[in-house]
């Protein structure tokens, strides 16, 4: 699972860097964003613009990330593409993140 | 213009086999879905589908194969076949494997759980039956044998004549 880590102010920026959260690559995701945001602070983003999939595996994933970042940490989604946006929509997960169309504007909150 | 000749042909040679039908088959495994998205997508290139309905078509089949590997074969290896043809309702797509038998016998309701709990009892699967019901159409679910089969339909590509 290729991601890219950084800090940009408060925010550690964690970019994935595949098109596709899915059941092959979610228990690989999982642990590298763990690993990635060890040092992080108060808010990780988590920038999806490079994807263009996502199934339920990623989206448990992505949740279990959540849980595991809680209660110190929280979990801010941006950059969702029209399909991974879409199973968010549908599955009604999109109220439980912050999520923002562009890292741009994730980060200027 | 050889070239252009050729694509023609098998442009048609593909529209011919969706309206009849298209199957292949892919082992069970963590790539199964992929592999077999791949090639779904692929053979469904002659109906241009846009990016809203190819992505309907992805998460549907993601999410049945998905669960085949997972709950119906476990750990064990197995086939799972597909197969599809293009109607003017949409995609038929029939899906079978040689795994175990549904729980009861039937297809999940696929019912979304609450989400308006604390952050540790959030739900982080029980989205793929959900996603399944909600985006196909006609899902019907039989054990033959010693086989499942699961047919439904997928409505894109609306009205596309071949």
Redesign the interface.
């Known amino acids: 699972m290729e991601l890219a880590v950084k800090t940009e102010g408060d925010f550690c920026v964690v970019t994935v860097e595949e098109p ?1 959260i ?3 690559v979610a228990v690989a995701f999982k642990e590298a964003v763990r690993n990635g945001t060890q040092n992080a602070e108060s808010q990780v983003v988590l920038n999806l613009t490079q994807v263009n ?1 996502i ?3 990623g ?3 992505i ?2 990330t ?2 595991h970042l ?2 110190e940490r929280k979990l801010i989604l941006a950059g969702l593409t ?2 991974v946006d ?2 968010f929509r ?4 999109d ?2 993140f912050p999520t923002y169309m562009t890292l741009e504007d994730a980060l200027r909150v | 213009m050889s070239e252009g000749v050729h694509h023609n042909t098998e442009t048609t040679g593909k529209q011919v086999c969706l309206s009849t039908g298209i199957e292949f088959s892919v082992s069970s495994g963590s790539t199964a879905a992929r592999s077999a998205l791949e090639q779904i997508i692929s053979a469904l290139q002659p109906l241009k589908l846009d990016i809203e309905e190819t992505s309907t078509v992805e998460i549907v089949l993601a999410e049945v194969v998905n669960n085949i590997v997972e709950h119906s074969y476990g750990d064990l290896e197995g086939p799972i076949t597909i197969r599809f043809s293009h109607h003017h309702d949409g995609l038929h797509v029939a899906i079978t494997d040689q795994g175990c038998v549904m729980p009861d016998g039937r297809t999940p309701i696929g019912q979304l759980q609450p989400r308006d709990v604390d952050v540790d009892d959030l739900p982080e699967g029980g989205f793929g039956w959900f996603l399944i019901q909600d985006l196909a159409k006609d899902v019907l679910y039989q054990r033959v044998g010693n086989e499942n089969q699961l047919h439904l339909r997928i409505a894109v590509a609306y009205g596309h004549s071949h």
């Open positions: 596709r899915d059941a092959a999939f199934d339920s595996s989206l448990g994933a949740v279990a959540m849980k809680a209660p029209p399909a879409k199973v549908l599955t009604r997960m109220s439980v």
